[in-house]
Structures are given as C-alpha cells and as structure tokens.
Nanobody, 117 residues
Framework: QVQLAESGGGLVQSGGSLRLSCAAS????????MAWYRQAPGKEREFVAG????????RYGYSAKDRFTLSRDVAETTIFLQMNSLRPEDTATYYC??????????WGQGNQVNIAS
C-alpha cells in the first residue's frame, strides 16, 4: 500500500503562482510512476504532469506545458508541481496519483486550487 499526502493548494490571483507537494509513504519501493491530475467542476479528470519514478523521465499534459514544472525529491519520495502564470481555467481539484510496479493505483485526497480573475 502507498499513501499519498498532498499540500500547497489555495487561492491566488490570475497570473500568480502556487507549488503543490505530494509525499508518498508506505510501500514506496514499489513505485513506478507518480503524476498530477486535476478535475474541474463538471469536467473529467485530466492528466497534468507525471514522472517515471525509475528513470526520472518527466512528461506534461497540454494544459501544463510552458507554465508548470514537475520536480521530485527522491530521498523524501515527494513530487512537486510548480505552477506559474495561473489562469482562472486552472481552477480545479488537483490529485496526486501513484502507480506501482504491481499495477496498483493510489490517489491522494485532492487539493483545491482556486484562481481568481
């Protein structure tokens, strides 16, 4: 089992920045991939950014390119999402997802991000 604890959401003005964190605990040795997703009211959950834990390869979804940066702290088994130039359409609940090499998926509790216009 892997537990994911998210932090860092909140309310900022359009154009501002936020940094989300997701700390994994439990059977972290089995992690294969970690990622950020988001879900806005009335919309489907969408991929934001992810990292292959074993190689460090990072990928971004369309909404994150050029504005968001994913990074990690291997020792703390934590990933971060630095979000810059935030827009009202970035308002959503942001979720951290962990995938293990045993094909199990785990989700964090969700972190609300609100961008005021």
């Amino acid at each position: 089992q892997v537990q994911l604890a998210e932090s860092g959401g909140g309310l900022v003005q359009s154009g501002g920045s936020l940094r989300l964190s997701c700390a994994a605990s439990g059977s972290t040795f089995s992690l294969y991939d970690m990622a950020w997703y988001r879900q806005a009211p009335g919309k489907e959950r969408e991929f934001v950014a992810g990292i292959r834990w074993t190689t460090g390869n990072i990928r971004y979804g369309y909404s994150a390119k050029d504005r968001f940066t994913l990074s990690r702290d291997v020792a703390e088994t934590t990933i971060f999402l630095q979000m810059n130039s935030l827009r009202p359409e970035d308002t959503a609940t942001y979720y951290c997802k962990g995938e293990t090499k045993y094909y199990a998926d785990y989700w964090g509790q969700g972190n609300q991000v609100n961008i005021a216009s």
